[in-house]
């Protein structure tokens, strides 16, 4: 194990994590924003909060950690939201790095680019969910156990329950759920049974004692009834509210939403589990230990009525460094040696399709965006038109580095590290250049947000959404608001009369447009726009206009 690999590692991760950031903060990271944004306001506190009010799905701590980053800045900007995430990821590149190292460096250096390679890992690690630092502490806590048996520095034990928790106080129940059953499947399987009970007894009090902690913190922070929403959304509600997804979810999608690593992984542990279950020697063993992790994992995470996919994250490092194995291994012809040549050869010619993706897109973008139009009545994208050339110039690039490798070097453990890497860079410029421009131009809500922020400094008003979830779109839009509005929300058409104060409406277009006659009467549509890339409009009473000195029609006019 090397430092300087460690610290290159958690450099280049911190850059991929944080470069090219999306200008906006969309879809379900909006939450996350919504809390830093009310805390750099009200200050720290246990739990977050939304409208002033506590929320009973996280802790507070994740939200902390935002609001520290935030703190330089004065306010909650892209950068300093990802940031705490991405330091919690690139962490997690180098103990995956450590864990594969204790058998070879090779090792591994192999399982960083194939963690990079896996597109959940590396969308998590862009974006502002607590689920990384359940992540860090499974990793984390396994390297402990890990090392001190093979070490015989049993000293290091101690540090486990620190861990836990740790990535309690980050993500509730899950964060010690999750790494200690980790760690006592590696005591069970390794036939420790002594330390796989003190293991599992006292990640069971750590659990019992932080969860009843955290009712007495949600107690003091909202009241008996704000922890009686915490019970039941972190433990009651994830086992008894409806299920959404089958009880294979995690088992099957896997395999597209956690490729390259899991397909790769699962394919390994197929073609070996005899030589695995015979213990044959030490790196057999570790592949046990691997494949128990992400089955108990999986397994676990499967009982829940709620399924997500970022809940299961913490199987990535113990994926990436089960597929590495097919570059460690002397491989003989068969499935796994047919499953290398199949990767590095995806990963030489990766680089390529790509650029000629985006080359056609770009040239042929008018074209695209007619066919989009015809067959969906949507925009296609044309703010990426920048974008594109600079994903033809790196792939250009990418190749011409491929096309060297190739050339000076045949074979070899370093020239399949370098292609391996190339694979994994190459996802990582199509996720920052192309996946996530074209996700902020679809689902974007700031233009929207622009247009409402006029309305209110040429006629001063309320906000008020009307057919709209607290908890849904409204914080997509509030999060994007310039200065701290206190909304209001109604689901009642007569409820629109009844304002007497200068008011702004948003609400869905359709629900505007199913107005009962008597209300649409009185009212006035001043615009449109997109919320999480649905339409919406913003309109106000008539009345609102007729005592200032700008007409709704002048203010319109000023917006189009």
């Known amino acids: 194990m090397s430092n300087r690999d460690s610290i290159l590692i958690f450099v280049t991760g911190l850059v991929i994590f944080t470069v090219s950031l999306r200008p906006e903060i969309i879809g379900f990271d909006c939450r996350f924003a919504m809390f830093a944004q009310e805390m750099l306001r009200n200050g720290p506190s246990f739990f977050p909060t939304t409208y002033d009010q506590p929320y009973p799905d996280y802790p507070g701590t994740s939200t902390f950690m935002i609001y520290l980053a935030s703190v330089p800045f004065g306010k909650v900007t892209p950068f300093s939201a990802v940031l705490p995430a991405a330091v919690v990821s690139a962490l997690i590149l180098v103990v995956i790095y450590w864990i594969g190292a204790i058998h070879s460096r090779q090792w591994g250096l192999f399982a960083v680019p194939i963690a990079l390679f896996t597109h959940e890992f590396l969308s998590r690690s862009r974006s502002l969910t607590p689920d990384q630092y359940v992540s860090l502490a499974t990793a984390l806590g396994f390297y402990l156990a890990y090392s001190a048996n093979v070490y015989g520095r049993k000293k290091r034990l101690w540090l486990i329950p620190l861990v836990w928790i740790a990535s309690f106080a980050f993500r509730g129940p899950i964060g010690i759920v999750i790494p200690a059953a980790v760690v006592c499947a590696y005591?069970?399987?390794?036939?420790?049974?002594?330390l796989f009970v003190l293991m599992a007894f006292t990640s069971s009090v750590l659990f019992l004692l932080c969860f009843k902690g955290l009712l007495v913190a949600a107690a003091y922070q909202g009241g008996a009834v704000f922890a009686e929403h915490v019970w039941k959304m972190q433990m009651a509600g994830r086992m008894s509210e409806p299920a959404r997804h089958w009880i294979g979810y995690y088992w099957t999608d896997s395999f597209v939403r956690y490729a390259v690593a899991y397909p790769i992984a699962v394919i390994v542990a197929i073609s070996l589990y005899k030589k695995i279950l015979r213990r044959e020697n030490a790196d057999y063993r570790f592949l046990g230990y691997l494949i128990l992790w992400m089955f108990v994992i999986l397994l676990g995470m499967s009982i829940p009525s709620t399924k997500k996919m970022r809940y299961i994250v913490p199987i990535v490092p113990a994926a990436a460094l089960l597929a590495s194995y097919i570059f460690i291994a002397p491989l003989q012809k068969g499935i796994l040696s047919g499953l290398k040549e199949i990767f590095l050869g995806f990963c030489r010619w990766f680089p390529a399709g790509t650029?000629?993706?985006?080359?056609?897109?770009?040239v042929f973008g008018s074209q695209i965006t007619a066919f989009v139009m015809r067959s969906y009545g949507k925009q296609f994208p044309s703010v990426l038109a920048g974008y594109y050339l600079v994903t033809i110039?790196?792939?250009?690039?990418?190749?011409?580095?491929?096309?060297?490798?190739?050339?000076?070097?045949?074979?070899?453990p370093w020239r399949d590290l370098v292609l391996t890497t190339i694979g994994a860079v190459t996802l990582v410029i199509i996720t920052v250049c192309i996946e996530e421009p074209i996700?902020?131009?679809?689902?974007?809500?700031?233009?929207?947000?622009?247009?409402?922020e006029t309305l209110q400094k040429q006629n001063q008003g309320d906000l008020v959404f009307y057919k709209i979830g607290a908890d849904k779109e409204a914080i997509k839009f509030m999060v994007n608001l310039d200065k701290p509005v206190k909304p209001q929300f109604i689901k009642s058409p007569e409820a629109i009369l009844s304002y007497r104060v200068s008011v702004f409406f948003i609400s869905r277009e359709e629900d505007f447009a199913d107005l009962p006659k008597d209300v649409a009467q009185h009212v006035k549509l001043l615009a449109s726009g997109k919320i999480g890339g649905d339409n919406y409009v913003v309109f106000a009473c008539i009345e609102m206009f007729r005592n200032t000195s700008e007409s709704a029609e002048a203010v319109i006019g000023e917006l189009s």
């Open 393 to 412: 110039f790196l792939m250009a690039v990418l190749t011409a580095v491929v096309w060297r490798v190739n050339a000076r070097f045949k074979e070899g």
């Open 439 to 452: 996700a902020c131009d679809l689902d974007g809500t700031r233009p929207f947000v622009e247009k409402v």
């Open 355 to 362: 650029g000629i993706f985006a080359l056609v897109v770009w």
């Open 187 to 194: 005591y069970l399987f390794n036939r420790d049974f002594k």
